[in-house]
C-alpha cells in the first residue's frame, strides 16, 4: 500500500514539474500589444494592406529585433532591441497578417479647380536637363540652393545669375547663415544607412572650418544662440536610419565644437527654436519620424539641459515630413501645422491618412488635431494669407502622388474661404507635371506686395513613376517653379 501511494505521488510530482516547464502560450493579441508599441505607438493593423505587412514591414521589424534560436548580426548585437522567442515571433506575425486588409480604402478627393491667382513659370537654374536640389530657401528674389553635387549657391531672379557659395563633398540637406557666419550641412549618404558620414561646414568672413563630428544623415540644422551668451549653438536633426538622433553642437573656446545628445532616436526632420512657456528662454521644437513620429518640445533648463516633453503622437506608419507654428486662429496661443507623406520606404502605398492637419493650442500647450486634409505622398507645405483676406491660406507638395487616381495632385493651393469652419477651395497646378516637387518656400519675390511661391523640383529616384514623366524630367530642364501672385 506505501510503495502504491509512494507511486501515486511520485507520478503526481512529475507531472507538476513537466507543467511547470511547459509555459502557456502567449496570446497573439498579448505579443502585438506588447512587442509594436516597445519603440513607437502602438500602429493600427487595417493602417497598411496585408502585401506590405507581410513581404515588407514585418522582414523590417524583424531586423530591428532580437529573435532567439536565430543568426544574430554582429552590429544588431552591440544595439539595444526587444527580444522574442521565435515562436512567439511567428504566432506574431501570423496574428498581423491575419487582420490585415487586401488593400485599402481610395482616399476621398475634394474637388479642384485650375489654379488662377499665380502665373506659373518654369525657370531653369542650370545647363543640365533633370534637377537634383536637395536644399532651398528664399529671402526676396535670392534663391538659395544647395544640390545633390554639393553645390550652394545664390540664384538671383530678377537678374537670372547664380552666384556661386561654396562646394561641398556630399548632397547638401542645409544652408543656415546667422550675422557673418554661414554653416553648410552635407548629409553624408542620401540613401538609407547606418554610416554617420555627415558634416557641417562652418564659413567664415576669412575661414572655413570643417567642424570635426561625424553626423549621421543629417536634414536639417538650427543656428541660433539659445542661451543668450552671445555665441552660436547648432541644434542638428541626425535622421539616421535604424539609429539617430537630435544633437547639440556647442562651441568650446578655441572655436572648436562639443556635441551632446538631446534626443535619442532617429527620425528627426527639423527643429524650430520659440519660448514655449513663456519663461524667457528658447525652447526647441522638434518633428520626428522614421517610426517613433510626433512633436517633441525640449523645454530649455539652465547650462543648455533640456526637458523633453511629448505634445503630439502620430502612428509609425504615417512619415511625417515637415511642421510649422503660427497661430491660425487667432486667439494668441501658437498652433501646429504638419504635412505627412513619405513614401519612399517599406510601405510603399498610396495611404488615405496622408495630408495635412491643423493642431489647435488650447493655451495649456495641449494640441487637438481639428483639420486634415487628404493628400497622398504630402511633404512640404508654406502657410501664409496669400489672398490678403486675413485667414491662413497652404500651399501644399505632394512628391509621392497617386499617378493612377489623382496624378495632377502633385501641388495644390488651399485658399481658405471659411477659417472656422475650415472650409478650404482646392487648386490645382496648369501643367503640374513639369517637375518632381520636393522643396518650396513663398516670398515676395517681384517686391509688388503680395507673396509669392517657388517650388523646386528632384528627379532623383524615389520609387518608380509613369516613363512618360521620367522621360519628360530626364529631357527638360526645370529646376524650380515660379508661382507669381497676381493680386497686385
Known amino acids: 500500500m506505501k510503495k502504491v501511494v509512494f507511486k501515486i505521488v511520485l507520478m503526481a510530482l512529475l507531472c507538476f514539474l513537466g507543467c511547470k516547464k511547459k509555459e502557456a502560450p502567449v496570446a497573439a493579441e498579448a505579443l502585438y500589444n506588447n512587442y509594436c508599441a516597445a519603440c513607437h505607438a502602438l500602429p493600427r493593423i487595417d493602417r497598411l494592406p496585408k502585401h506590405i505587412w507581410k513581404y515588407f514591414v514585418l522582414p523590417d521589424m524583424a531586423a530591428r529585433m532580437k529573435i532567439t534560436e536565430q543568426y544574430q548580426d554582429p552590429f544588431q548585437e552591440a544595439t539595444l532591441r526587444p527580444e522574442i522567442a521565435l515562436k512567439d515571433w511567428v504566432r506574431l506575425e501570423n496574428y498581423i497578417v491575419s487582420l490585415a486588409p487586401e488593400k485599402l480604402p481610395a482616399t476621398p478627393l475634394p474637388k479642384a479647380?485650375?489654379?488662377?491667382?499665380?502665373?506659373?513659370?518654369p525657370l531653369s537654374?542650370?545647363?543640365?536637363?533633370?534637377?537634383?536640389?536637395?536644399?532651398?530657401?528664399?529671402?526676396?528674389?535670392?534663391?538659395?540652393?544647395?544640390?545633390?553635387?554639393?553645390?550652394?549657391?545664390?540664384?538671383?531672379?530678377s537678374e537670372r545669375q547664380r552666384k556661386p557659395i561654396v562646394k561641398a563633398k556630399t548632397p547638401v540637406t542645409w544652408f543656415s547663415t546667422v550675422g557673418s557666419w554661414a554653416f553648410v550641412t552635407e548629409v553624408g549618404l542620401l540613401d538609407p544607412s547606418e554610416q554617420a558620414e555627415g558634416s557641417i561646414t562652418v564659413l567664415g568672413q576669412k575661414d572655413t572650418v570643417r567642424i570635426p563630428v561625424k553626423l549621421h544623415r543629417p536634414v536639417h540644422t538650427l543656428a541660433t544662440d539659445l542661451n543668450g551668451d552671445g555665441t552660436i549653438e547648432l541644434v542638428v536633426s541626425e535622421f539616421g536610419d535604424q539609429t539617430g538622433r537630435l544633437s547639440l553642437l556647442t562651441q568650446n573656446g578655441d572655436a572648436?565644437?562639443?556635441?551632446?545628445?538631446?534626443?535619442?532616436?532617429?527620425?528627426?526632420?527639423?527643429?524650430?527654436?520659440?519660448?514655449?512657456?513663456?519663461?524667457?528662454?528658447?525652447?526647441?521644437?522638434v518633428l520626428t519620424s522614421q517610426g517613433n513620429e510626433g512633436i517633441t518640445v525640449l523645454y530649455q533648463?539652465?547650462?543648455?539641459?533640456?526637458?523633453?516633453?511629448?505634445?503630439?503622437?502620430?502612428?509609425?506608419?504615417?512619415?511625417?515630413?515637415?511642421?510649422?507654428?503660427?497661430?491660425?486662429?487667432?486667439?494668441?496661443?501658437?498652433?501646429?501645422?504638419?504635412?505627412?507623406?513619405?513614401?519612399?520606404?517599406?510601405?510603399?502605398?498610396?495611404?488615405?491618412?496622408?495630408?495635412?492637419r491643423i493642431?489647435?493650442?488650447?493655451?495649456?500647450?495641449?494640441?487637438?488635431e481639428v483639420f486634415f486634409y487628404p493628400l497622398n505622398g504630402a511633404t512640404r507645405f508654406v502657410a501664409e494669407d496669400f489672398d490678403q483676406d486675413g485667414d491662413?491660406?497652404?500651399?501644399?507638395?505632394?512628391?509621392?502622388?497617386?499617378?493612377?487616381?489623382?496624378?495632377?495632385?502633385?501641388?495644390?493651393?488651399?485658399?481658405?474661404?471659411?477659417?472656422?469652419?475650415?472650409?478650404?477651395?482646392?487648386?490645382?497646378?496648369?501643367?503640374?507635371?513639369a517637375g518632381r516637387w520636393f522643396l518650396m518656400d513663398a516670398g515676395d519675390v517681384d517686391n509688388d506686395g503680395d507673396l509669392d511661391m517657388v517650388l523646386t523640383s528632384f528627379t532623383y529616384s524615389f520609387m518608380a513613376v509613369p516613363k512618360n514623366l521620367s522621360d519628360r524630367w530626364a529631357d527638360e530642364n526645370v529646376d524650380v517653379l515660379l508661382l507669381e501672385n497676381t493680386l497686385k
Open 113 to 121: 479647380e485650375a489654379l488662377q491667382q499665380f502665373t506659373e513659370k
Open 125 to 157: 537654374l542650370d545647363d543640365q536637363n533633370g534637377s537634383l536640389i536637395t536644399y532651398f530657401q528664399m529671402e526676396r528674389d535670392h534663391l538659395f540652393v544647395g544640390n545633390y553635387n554639393g553645390e550652394v549657391y545664390n540664384y538671383m531672379l
Open 256 to 285: 572648436t565644437y562639443r556635441q551632446k545628445t538631446l534626443l535619442n532616436q532617429p527620425g528627426c526632420i527639423r527643429t524650430l527654436a520659440k519660448d514655449m512657456n513663456d519663461d524667457g528662454k528658447l525652447d526647441l521644437v
Open 301 to 356: 533648463k539652465n547650462d543648455l539641459a533640456f526637458r523633453a516633453e511629448r505634445v503630439l503622437e502620430f502612428s509609425p506608419v504615417f512619415g511625417s515630413s515637415w511642421f510649422e507654428m503660427l497661430d491660425y486662429n487667432g486667439d494668441g496661443h501658437t498652433d501646429i501645422v504638419t504635412v505627412n507623406g513619405d513614401n519612399a520606404d517599406k510601405s510603399y502605398v498610396h495611404k488615405p491618412y496622408h495630408g495635412l
Open 359 to 368: 493642431h489647435l493650442n488650447d493655451g495649456q500647450h495641449n494640441f487637438e
Open 392 to 433: 491662413i491660406d497652404f500651399g501644399v507638395i505632394s512628391t509621392f502622388p497617386d499617378y493612377e487616381r489623382a496624378p495632377r495632385r502633385s501641388f495644390v493651393y488651399l485658399e481658405n474661404k471659411n477659417a472656422e469652419t475650415f472650409t478650404f477651395s482646392t487648386k490645382v497646378l496648369k501643367d503640374p507635371f
